[in-house]
């Protein structure tokens, strides 16, 4: 799934009881304009009660803010038994990269906030912040601007999601493209430093997941570099050699390295491996990671390591 009508999507969690009134003081105190207020479309897959706040006014740039009292979808729908809300997350309605079960896989993989799952699986509503420059354009113009910069998104959206943390009713924030759940305390746990010191906040927008691929061997990736219009990262490697938390910050060293790249990775290439500078390691671009969901990854391992990687990984089928 590409970019399409909504350029970015996070989510909140709530506890069913939110209010636009509540979203629209929140958003006021935190300095936010809003510039027009919508009521409910006919489904609430499509937009709840509505505030639209300026993101680039002059390139048509907005966020619409909606508030839903109805669970997370996290089936995002059947084309035969539930096509309403099918057909919204095939629009993007629930994020670009959104992917049926995020929710859930979110839950499991919530290393950075083990609250996550308890707190995540009692939610009754959520609100949505959907990114867009077509809202009320004409119908030729662009859907991003020529001078598109996803990353500058990342950090408006995620200045607004602080502000609706302190909402009433607010559970928790939820990026269904990345996979993340934080709370208030634990989002600004690593917002602050990272804004201070002028780092990206990579661990709020893209998770990273751990795997046992075999007795001897490591999975490690991350999910949702599609958001920067990056590849995620895998890296396979041997527990003897290399401590989890070392790959964890190498694949954030990794996706760094990609955002400043003006070329495409190629398969067969050589690059350092964790606190390495000796060209050890080697990739693979692939168009299918191993895991859901669907995305194009770029796979790692140790050169000295690659038989044993095949090998396993041909025990999953990737």
């Avoid at 300095?31 to 499509?46: D, H, L, R, T, Y």
């Avoid at 759940?181 to 780092?199: G, H, I, K, M």
């Avoid at 050589?270 to 692939?286: C, F, K, Q, R, Y």
């Amino acid at each position: 799934m590409a970019k399409g009508f909504f350029t970015q999507g996070v989510s909140l969690l709530t506890d069913g009881q939110v209010t636009r009134d509540g979203l629209k003081s929140a958003l006021r105190q935190a300095g936010f304009e809003i510039v027009k207020e919508s009521p409910a479309q006919e489904n609430w897959a499509f937009g709840g009660a509505t505030l639209i706040v300026p993101f680039l006014p002059e390139v048509n740039g907005y966020v619409a803010v909606d508030v839903v009292n109805q669970p997370w979808p996290d089936s995002m729908g059947d084309p035969e038994s539930d096509s309403t809300i099918f057909a919204a997350w095939s629009m993007g309605h629930f994020g670009p990269f959104a992917f049926p079960g995020s929710l859930a896989r979110a839950q499991e993989h919530a290393w950075a906030w083990p609250p996550a799952q308890t707190i995540s699986k009692g939610h009754v509503g959520f609100i949505r912040l959907r990114m867009s420059y077509i809202f009320g354009a004409r119908k030729d113009l662009p859907v991003m601007p020529a001078e598109y910069d996803p990353i500058a998104e990342m950090m408006f959206l995620s200045q607004v999601a602080l502000a609706l943390l302190k909402a009433p009713g607010v559970k928790c924030y939820f990026n269904p493209n990345g996979e993340v759940l934080r709370d208030d305390a634990s989002f600004r746990e690593v917002w602050e430093p990272c804004t201070e010191q002028q780092n990206l906040p990579l661990s709020l927008w893209a998770n990273i997941r751990f795997f046992n691929l075999s007795e001897t061997l490591g999975f490690m990736e991350t999910v949702g570099n599609a958001q920067f219009e990056i590849r995620d990262v895998e890296a396979v490697f041997p527990f003897a050699d290399y401590d989890p938390d070392d790959v964890d910050y190498y694949l954030r060293n990794v996706t760094h390295y990609l955002l400043g790249l003006e070329r495409e990775m190629k398969s067969g290439e050589a690059i350092d491996g964790p606190g390495e500078s000796n060209l050890s390691w080697t990739m693979e671009v692939l168009d299918q990671g191993m895991m859901d969901p669907p995305r194009r990854v770029l796979r790692l391992y140790p050169k000295s390591s690659a038989k044993a990687v095949q090998k396993a990984l041909s025990t999953v089928g990737r």
